[in-house]
């Protein structure tokens, strides 16, 4: 498993290790989405499961079942201060949860994870961002929470949180020269982030270039596209058809949804299996993928400004375009004359 060849020895493939951090502010809904990643699922990527894919080991507290952190078989927290006295060589961070301020208080701690041995006290999040990023092959900022703040940056918030970017630096890279990888999303969809991962560990076997992130360090592949080009509404968008209450199928935009200007892929990728995703079943967009989310994009259910120039726009010429299309439809929506029972041929047919 994992092992070549050489001069009729076997030679044991060192493994890339998945150190994953969920101990900034969060809820841990993006370890829990993960779980539900089918494309690829991450005991594929756990396990290997994938062409070409190299060996990883994965050291996560979702499915660590033996720890404490401080506690159990392993001594979990163990493996982040190997890979912090530089003995756990290549490994990828990967920070769940926004990073608070420590610097605005005297005393105490916002988050913490694990103890730091040489005091017995709490290591902090920031702390241990401090000390890995540095040597990690890639950082990866996973959920809404860790890539911008997300709910925890709310104006008025107590605890200074910010995202890694803010953090580290937007313009922050890693040893291999990587920059900071932002999968957002509250929680982030499960395929987005499981592909993202497979994408870096490609890229660290040398089988994939660069990763190409966007201005705002997230997969291009992945936001290159706004909720309103992939949604399944949209067409009654370009129709000026648009709800007036929850529950029928017209755009949702004069009803709270941002959708025609986040970018997510969401409404065209479902969330598991290729089914749901928030318009698709009824909800509207939030934003929650976005750097301004929350504040710029509250209240959620009133009409986004904007929306109420665009769809008055979109009514106008869309009541003409549902004319012409009903006129075409009278034409197109029945059989042709030749397809009859009789003794005649009326197909145009010319021996």
Known sequence: ?????????????????????????????????????????????????????????????????????????????????????????????????????????????????????ATGQPMTTSEWLDRLAPKALAVVATGTCATYGGIHAMEGNPTGAMGVPDYLGWDWRSKADIPIVCVPGCPVQPDNMAETLTYLLYQAAGQAPMIPLDDKLRPQWLFGMTVHEGCDRGGFYEQGQFAKAYGTPECIVKIGCWGPVVKCNVPKRGWINGVGGCPNVGGICIACTMPGFPDKFMPFMDEPPGAHVSANGSGMYGAMIRRLRNITAKTVDKEPKWRHRGPELTTGYRR
């Not at 033996?66 to 990828?92: N, S």
């Open 1 to 117: 498993m994992g092992a070549t060849q050489s001069a009729g020895a076997a030679v044991e493939e060192k493994p890339i290790h998945i150190l994953w951090i969920n101990a900034g502010l969060s809820c841990d809904g993006d370890s829990v989405s993960l779980t539900a990643a089918t494309q690829p699922s991450i005991e594929e990527i756990a396990l290997g499961g994938l062409p070409g894919l190299p060996k990883i080991a994965v050291h996560w507290p979702l499915i660590d079942f033996e720890c404490g952190p401080e506690q159990g078989a392993d001594t979990f927290i163990e493996w982040f201060h190997r890979a912090d006295r530089g003995e756990l060589e290549p490994f990828v961070l990967i920070i769940e949860g926004s990073i608070p301020n420590e610097a605005i208080k005297e005393e105490g701690y916002w988050a913490a994870f694990g103890n730091n041995p």
